[in-house]
């Protein structure tokens, strides 16, 4: 599988107000944030944006993640844009919840699955495309199973597989890889020759 070029988030971390802890072994889940280094009443991105990165946020896949493409908002809600991050994927392999809540929905949305689990503090959090392993109304913990990455391009153009992951507040998009502010690794794709981010 041809990947393109990817750069370590190691080099925007301290842009982002991410930490470069190791990710934990797959399988066994971070035990938190680590003690912010922000000076007082600086804002992180994630709290200017509004979302709070609790102990309980953890990355949908296991292992390194690899942003296939990045978030990129439309100007206005009607206008085209990318609602979320495509991550790099092995058909088959789990997806996990990011955090906990309740499965808002598990199933089929325009010929995909999808599962939805909206979140204690409002958030709501969508993967897609997805072997749905959890019915709506399951409660879930951060880190539990909710599906397999079903095979297929549909969505991320010539790649086998991947996994959209989504998050929203309301009906506001947001970026969901501010809610991994507790040392994941993250690949993020490489700008051009011109300094322009990928299209």
Known sequence: MLLPPALLVGL????????????????????????AAASPGALAPAAAAGVRAPAAWTAPLDGLLLVLEAFDPPAE????????????????????????????WAGPVGGRGVVSVLHDDGLRTTYEPVEPGVTAGDEIAAGDPIGRV????????????????????????????????????VLLPMPDRAGRPPT
């Open 12 to 35: 925007a971390a301290p842009l982002l107000g991410l930490s470069l802890a190791a990710a934990p072994p797959p399988g066994q889940r971070s035990a938190g944030p680590p003690a």
């Open 77 to 104: 809600k009607w206008l085209p844009g990318h609602r979320g991050v495509d991550l790099a994927a092995v058909p088959g392999s789990p997806v996990l919840a990011a955090g906990g809540g309740t499965v808002a």
């Open 150 to 185: 079903a095979a297929g391009a549909g969505h991320c153009g010539g790649t086998p597989a991947c996994l959209h992951w989504g998050l929203l507040r309301g009906d506001a998009y947001l970026d969901p890889l501010l809610l991994l502010r507790d040392g994941v690794p």
